[in-house]
C-alpha cells in the first residue's frame, strides 16, 4: 500500500489550494480515504474523509464550507480543494487510508502517507 500527498504550498489569506493524493495498494470498496493534518505543537486533526464503497463525505466542522474532497477512482487518486484558507490552516497535510467506514481520528487508520506542507501566510 502507498499514499503519497502533493500539492501544497505558500497561500495567502483568503486564496485557495488543491492537494492531492496518489493511492495504490487497496481498493476503494474496501477502504475510506481522508485527510489530516498536523500543525507543530498540535495533535493529528481529521479533516475530511471520503467513505468506502458508495463514496459518502464527511468535513471537520473546522473546513466545513471551505473545502471539498473527492476521489477519481480511474486515476487512484483523492483531492482535497480548499479556498478562503486561513493562517491556521497551516500544517503539514496527510492523507490516508482505512478499512471500512470513515473516522474521525487518527488512531484506527491503517496506511499513511508522507505529508504535504501548507502556509498560509501574507
Known amino acids: 500500500v502507498q499514499l503519497q500527498a502533493y500539492g501544497g504550498g505558500l497561500v495567502q489569506p483568503g486564496g485557495s489550494l488543491r492537494l492531492s493524493c496518489a493511492y495504490s495498494?487497496?481498493?476503494?470498496?474496501?477502504?475510506?480515504i481522508g485527510w489530516f493534518r498536523q500543525a507543530p505543537g498540535k495533535g493529528r486533526e481529521g479533516i475530511s474523509c471520503?467513505?468506502?464503497?458508495?463514496?459518502?463525505?464527511v468535513y471537520a466542522d473546522s473546513m466545513k464550507g471551505r473545502a471539498t474532497i473527492s476521489r477519481d477512482n480511474a486515476k487512484n487518486t483523492l483531492y482535497l480543494q480548499m479556498n478562503y484558507l486561513k493562517p491556521e490552516d497551516s500544517a503539514v497535510y496527510h492523507c490516508?487510508?482505512?478499512?471500512?467506514?470513515?473516522?474521525?481520528?487518527?488512531?484506527?487508520?491503517?496506511?499513511w502517507g508522507q505529508g504535504t506542507q501548507v502556509t498560509v501566510s501574507s
Open positions: 471520503i467513505s468506502n464503497s458508495v463514496g459518502a463525505t
Open positions: 490516508a487510508a482505512v478499512y471500512g467506514g470513515c473516522y474521525s481520528g487518527p488512531g484506527p487508520w491503517d496506511y
Open positions: 495498494g487497496f481498493t476503494v470498496d474496501d477502504y475510506s
